[in-house]
């Protein structure tokens, strides 16, 4: 059996919990900006496998603003609300059948 890719552990990772990209870079010893240009490729290949990247959105910790309708996987600057960058990031989970990408 190869060993497993980096996107195929981010993958496992996602699949047993949900987790933001400080806890991904931490697990994987990756910088937080190459987490999230992996992620955006793990999403594809999730969607051609039938799985689905579900991502909460991040939010303003001080005014409680959520960025729903944001489609970047980063983390915003900024709050449109308040203009302060007290902002939690998004965090991402995999939901769906994701064994045969995992083998």
Do not use: N, W
């Not at 990756?30 to 051609?48: G, Q």
């Not at 409680?64 to 308040?82: D, E, I």
């Not at 989970?93 to 994701?98: E, I, K, L, S, T």
Request: aromatic share 4%; charged share 20%.
């Amino acid at each position: 059996m190869p060993p497993q890719t980096l996107r195929r552990s981010m993958i496992a990772l996602l699949a047993g919990q949900a987790m933001d990209a400080r806890d991904l870079s931490d697990a994987l010893g990756l910088t937080e900006k190459e987490v999230y240009e992996h992620l955006a490729h793990v999403k594809r290949s999730l969607a051609a496998s039938g799985a689905t990247l579900h991502v909460t959105p991040s939010r303003c910790l001080l005014c409680g603003y959520v960025f729903a309708h944001r489609r970047r996987l980063t983390r915003p600057g900024r709050c449109p609300q308040c203009r302060r960058s007290k902002l939690q990031g998004p965090t991402f989970h995999v939901a769906g059948p994701v064994d045969d990408l995992l083998t």
